[in-house]
């Protein structure tokens, strides 16, 4: 099991800057890809950006430029810092992981995803 916590999220002007950071626990070892999504209201959920775990990055075509997605593997903490904010980046942003296959002693655990609960960005016009 891995759990992640999202921290960072909050009310800022267009043009201003959050950092978002998501701290993952439990069998981090097996965490792969560490992605994060946002979901503006009524509207699905988007990938916003990922990064591997040897730190190959990609960004959605709305972000790139703006978002500089990181991760620190030793403390298994990966980052989103958001610049040049917009009133349409206004979302709740979640954290995701995507774990590999394992073997513990006898017990296998299949490839999963995980997700954080969530925080709030909102940008203000």
């Known amino acids: 099991q891995v759990q992640l916590v999202e921290s960072g999220g909050g009310l800022v002007q267009a043009g201003g800057s959050l950092r978002l950071s998501c701290v993952a626990s439990g069998s981090t070892f097996s965490i792969n890809a560490m992605n994060w999504y946002r979901q503006a209201p009524g509207k699905g959920r988007e990938l916003v950006a990922g990064i591997t775990k040897i730190g190959a990055t990609d960004y959605a075509e709305s972000v790139q430029g703006r978002f500089t997605i990181s991760r620190d593997n030793a403390k298994n903490i990966v980052y989103l810092q958001m610049s040049s904010l917009k009133p349409e980046d206004t979302a709740v942003y979640y954290c995701?992981?995507?774990?590999?296959?394992?073997?513990?002693?006898?017990?296998?655990?299949?490839?999963?995803?995980?997700w954080g609960q969530g925080t709030q960005v909102t940008v203000s016009s």
């Open positions: 995701n992981c995507n774990t590999g296959a394992y073997w513990s002693g006898p017990s296998y655990t299949a490839p999963k995803t995980y």
